[in-house]
């Protein structure tokens, strides 16, 4: 009897639900996950079917079973709920057999221009949590769309395009010398590419002269820098980066991080790799990886690695934002941040690293000419000691190339919703009221070294996000803030 009285007092566990797009997922993404998940027992996530995202705001970047089949491999979430309805009802709640409905201080609008979840909050059944600053879907769009103005596939006809004296002056189209243009433009950013009139008619007569162009040609490419010169002045409007910094510290990425240790009994696999836009594949791969042992160590490779193998518009997300991705990865237990792109016996040794998974049969985005080369020579001394593996993927056409192709074919669409995105963040960072670093506590530019080498031996980062613990706070009726 006694027994069962302590069972009916026991406390019930809380279930909270949060819903999202989950398009191109980030840090910020991540963060309201983690958040949601430490003010309930037991966190439902509900993600939009790519019909209801279009009909509120625009055609996701990424499709719908890629979105779906990636939340299976986040930490912090329980169950998942799919195909939910932009603006959360009370039926929603009742489907998730959840307490209350969770969501960032950035309260999202619907297609009939009121806020999506009025309805939660007029049920008194609403808890905020802070939403994470300086990373953003608007921003990574905007970064893609950069991106896709200057990336060219291997076999462009300006690909290893050599003069011959003996042959005689080669002839190009119009169309292709634009494009080179273009590429060296973005790539070189040298005086002479500044995209005025003067540079740009010293670059034609260079063309005309080295590819012995026509006239009608040397029109047509006159004509088309002309357009060139409207497409840039669209990028420079682009939103590729948030007024406010991300900024990384050892207190978010404890968070975010297992702070597991292996021990004598456990079989170490690593893996690494630049893991940028972490998606789906990545995600599959790292638990493939992780069944190969008892735990997962990832190396990432620093921004100027990835630079140096596939080109200076790569990557997309910095070293800090892809550290705190992977680490949101349920299967991943430690993150060497930086880590070399060749994997050596010292590495191996230090820690007791016992397989090297390497993931094979996905398509590769264009990278420069000796990137392949690089990854073989890589896992050289791997492949000598009998520690490696190859994986095959299981997303094989998911990649950098695959994304920016999807936002070519729909530039003008994505170009608008990352204009009107950029509006409504700019009014949320205007309002909102900005509070001072804590006591002892120095911000750094994204681009400043970090003198980190893992989640777990971590030396100096500095944060400028305010997470304070666990309070809660009165914003209106029906609404509590969790800070």
Same mark, same amino acid.
């Given at each position: 009897?006694?027994?069962?009285?302590?069972?009916?007092?026991?406390?019930?566990?809380?279930?909270?639900?949060?819903?999202?797009?989950?398009?191109?997922?980030?840090?910020?993404?991540?963060?309201?996950?983690?958040?949601?998940?430490?003010?309930?027992?037991?966190?439902?996530?509900?993600?939009?079917?790519?019909?209801?995202? $279009?009909?509120?705001?625009?055609?996701?970047?990424?499709?719908?079973?890629?979105?779906?089949?990636?939340?299976?491999?986040?930490?912090?979430?329980?169950?998942?709920?799919?195909?939910?309805?932009?603006?959360?009802?009370?039926?929603?709640?009742?489907?998730?057999?959840?307490?209350?409905?969770?969501?960032?201080?950035?309260?999202?609008?619907?297609?009939?221009?009121?806020?999506?979840?009025?309805?939660?909050?007029?049920?008194?059944? @609403?808890?905020?949590?802070?939403?994470?600053?300086?990373?953003?879907?608007?921003?990574?769009?905007?970064? @893609?769309?950069?991106?896709?103005?200057?990336?060219?596939?291997?076999?462009?006809?300006?690909?290893?395009?050599?003069?011959?004296?003996?042959?005689?002056?080669?002839?190009?189209?119009?169309?292709?010398?634009?494009?080179?243009?273009?590429?060296?433009?973005?790539?070189?950013?040298?005086?002479?590419?500044?995209?005025?009139?003067?540079?740009?008619?010293?670059?034609?007569?260079?063309?005309?002269?080295?590819?012995?162009?026509?006239? #009608?040609?040397?029109?047509?490419?006159?004509?088309?820098?002309?357009?060139?010169?409207?497409?840039?002045?669209?990028?420079?409007?682009?939103?590729?980066?948030?007024?406010?910094?991300?900024?990384?510290?050892?207190?978010?990425?404890?968070?975010?991080?297992?702070?597991?240790?292996?021990?004598?009994?456990?079989?170490?696999?690593?893996?690494?790799?630049?893991?940028?836009?972490?998606?789906?594949?990545?995600? #599959?791969?790292?638990?493939?990886?992780?069944?190969?042992?008892?735990?997962?160590?990832?190396?990432?490779?620093?921004?100027?690695?990835?630079?140096?193998?596939?080109?200076?518009?790569?990557?997309?997300?910095?070293?800090?934002?892809?550290?705190?991705?992977?680490?949101?990865?349920?299967?991943?237990?430690?993150?060497?941040?930086?880590?070399?792109?060749?994997?050596?016996?010292?590495?191996?040794?230090?820690?007791?690293?016992?397989?090297?998974?390497?993931?094979?049969?996905?398509?590769?985005?264009?990278?420069?000419?000796?990137?392949?080369?690089?990854?073989?020579?890589?896992?050289?001394?791997?492949?000598?000691?009998?520690?490696?593996?190859?994986?095959?993927?299981?997303?094989?056409?998911?990649?950098?190339?695959?994304?920016? $192709?999807?936002?070519?074919?729909?530039?003008?669409?994505?170009?608008?919703?990352?204009?009107?995105?950029?509006?409504?963040?700019?009014?949320?960072?205007?309002?909102?009221?900005?509070?001072?670093?804590?006591?002892?506590?120095?911000?750094?530019?994204?681009?400043?070294?970090?003198?980190?080498?893992?989640?777990?031996?971590?030396?100096?980062?500095?944060?400028?996000?305010?997470?304070?613990?666990?309070? $809660?706070?009165?914003?209106?009726?029906?609404?509590?803030?969790?800070?």
């Amino acid at each position: 009897m006694e027994a069962v009285e302590q069972a009916a007092t026991a406390k019930k566990p809380t279930v909270g639900y949060v819903d999202g797009c989950w398009d191109i997922m980030h840090s910020g993404h991540y963060n309201a996950i983690r958040q949601a998940k430490a003010i309930c027992d037991e966190l439902v996530v509900g993600v939009h079917s790519d019909s209801e995202i $279009e009909e509120n705001k625009a055609l996701p970047v990424m499709q719908q079973e890629e979105r779906y089949a990636l939340l299976d491999h986040i930490k912090w979430i329980d169950r998942v709920l799919y195909d939910v309805p932009y603006s959360p009802q009370l039926e929603t709640l009742d489907k998730a057999r959840a307490d209350f409905c969770i969501h960032g201080d950035d309260m999202p609008v619907n297609a009939q221009g009121v806020s999506a979840y009025s309805g939660m909050e007029e049920a008194g059944r @609403l808890r905020i949590v802070r939403r994470t600053e300086g990373v953003s879907t608007t921003d990574i769009i905007g970064r @893609l769309l950069t991106l896709a103005r200057s990336q060219h596939s291997p076999d462009h006809a300006w690909t290893g395009l050599q003069l011959s004296g003996r042959a005689g002056p080669l002839r190009v189209s119009p169309d292709d010398a634009m494009d080179h243009y273009a590429l060296v433009a973005a790539t070189e950013r040298s005086p002479s590419m500044d995209g005025s009139p003067a540079s740009s008619n010293s670059l034609i007569c260079e063309l005309a002269a080295k590819y012995a162009m026509t006239t #009608a040609d040397i029109d047509k490419l006159n004509a088309a820098l002309g357009v060139s010169a409207a497409a840039a002045e669209a990028d420079a409007s682009l939103r590729t980066q948030a007024p406010v910094q991300l900024l990384a510290s050892t207190r978010r990425i404890g968070e975010f991080s297992s702070a597991r240790k292996p021990g004598s009994e456990d079989r170490v696999v690593y893996a690494c790799g630049s893991f940028d836009m972490f998606h789906v594949g990545h995600a #599959a791969f790292l638990k493939d990886a992780r069944a190969l042992g008892t735990f997962l160590l990832v190396g990432i490779y620093e921004d100027q690695t990835i630079r140096q193998a596939k080109g200076p518009n790569m990557p997309v997300m910095s070293l800090n934002e892809r550290v705190l991705n992977v680490c949101a990865c349920k299967w991943v237990d430690e993150v060497i941040i930086g880590a070399p792109r060749t994997v050596t016996e010292d590495l191996v040794k230090t820690w007791d690293i016992h397989v090297v998974a390497r993931a094979t049969g996905y398509t590769r985005s264009f990278s420069a000419p000796d990137d392949a080369a690089g990854i073989d020579e890589a896992y050289s001394v791997i492949r000598r000691l009998g520690t490696y593996v190859e994986i095959p993927s299981r997303w094989p056409e998911l990649n950098h190339t695959t994304v920016v $192709e999807r936002i070519v074919r729909k530039r003008e669409l994505y170009e608008k919703r990352n204009c009107d995105r950029a509006r409504r963040e700019d009014v949320y960072y205007a309002s909102k009221a900005r509070t001072a670093a804590p006591e002892g506590m120095m911000e750094m530019p994204l681009d400043s070294q970090t003198l980190v080498t893992s989640t777990q031996h971590s030396l100096s980062i500095a944060d400028g996000e305010q997470d304070p613990g666990p309070t $809660e706070a009165c914003m209106g009726p029906g609404i509590v803030v969790v800070g």
